[in-house]
């Protein structure tokens, strides 16, 4: 039975361990569509089960694509760049076509420039030393500019087989989906959530005769700010509807919390506006900065939440940033949100530990 694979995930189904992937109970196996317990039940009750799966397990996978003559599709989300960049993604592609496709800009109003957008990715991948042949701007969840990613897919690929990739939850489940749905009517055969490592195995779709497209296992990244959150509480922290800033006049020696992820403390200044971009759910808190600690120890699981927090991490285990802006600068924390400042400023940023802050010329 080690070769059935579930039409969820992708994982080889097993029947012997119920807290390693790919477990289905033996009845479920001879099924047509075989799936796992896990998509089973992320599909019917939105419920997570936590699994021991190992991210070098991924790598290994992933390190495959090296050997093959293909496309590879490069999927980055545009609400954190820096959470999508796959890092030995140089080593793993070696000298095969890359087309990197901006996902989710439908999380950024109608108004918004998508050229910009490209033109950000471009730049961000360059910074990362990763060179792109091509790239284009999409909404998977949305189906926006789908027509032209395909068309892109078949002209770069010429017939050779397509892999995408990505670290996890940039939307390269939601991608394939669609792009099947629309090529041949079958609604959701991938298992798709907001759950980091969803897909856990290879998924390999075929394009025509001789044509295969394949999604690949997501790379969970330790910038990214997941790993804190429970994963039934992602759902809080991750945006899944357009953004809207919520805007504060702040005067030096104040703080926002942005839910009880992240602290931006407003040093020196003047009187300066901080809009915040995030997801709805999450509670921005504006307080003086000589009460923040305080604050925060007493509140970060009352006030400041949701998410739900093991602990608190901004008092026990967390990472500091002080920036000195020159200019109008969104301060981005990959993953949570990015912060607007219009005005030069003093700032420091504490973060849960590792979780990446960086900052760019601002963006509307
Ligand atoms: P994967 O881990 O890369 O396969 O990501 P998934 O396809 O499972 O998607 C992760 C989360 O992002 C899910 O909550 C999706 O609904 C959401 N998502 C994916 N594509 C889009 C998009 O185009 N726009 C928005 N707003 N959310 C998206």
Known sequence: ?????????????QTENKNEEGYIPASGLHKEEPICQRCYRLRHYNEVQELNVDSGDFLTMLNSLYETDSLIVKVIDVFDFEGSIIPSFNRIVGDKKVLAVVNKIDL????????RLVERAKKMLKDAGITANDTVAISALKGRNLDSL???????????????????????????????????GLKNVITTSNIPGTTL???????????TLYDTPGIVVDSQISHYVNVNDLKYVS????????????????????????????????????SVYCNHHLNVHRTKTVNASEFYDKHYNGLLAPPELEEAYLSTNFDVHEF??????????????FVSVSKPAEVTVTVPKGVNVSVRSTIF
Do not use: H, W
């Open 239 to 274: 945006p899944a509807k357009e953004i809207k800033a919520k805007t504060f006049q702040l005067s030096s020696e104040q703080t926002l919390f942005i839910g009880n992820l992240a602290r931006v403390d407003y040093t020196s200044g003047e009187s300066n506006s901080f």
């Open 201 to 211: 195995g290879m998924i390999d779709i075929p394009l025509g005769d001789t044509q």
């Open 1 to 13: 039975m080690t070769d059935i694979k579930c039409v969820g995930c992708g994982s080889i189904l």
């Open 324 to 337: 000195s802006l020159d200019n109008a600068s969104d301060i981005l924390i990959s993953g949570l949100t």
């Open 108 to 115: 950024f109003p109608k108004s918004t420039n998508t050229s």
């Open 150 to 184: 395909m068309k892109k897919i078949s002209e770069m690929a010429n017939g050779k087989d397509v892999y995408i990739v990505g670290t996890t939850n940039v939307g390269k489940s939601t991608l394939i989906n669609k792009l099947l749905e629309d090529n041949t």
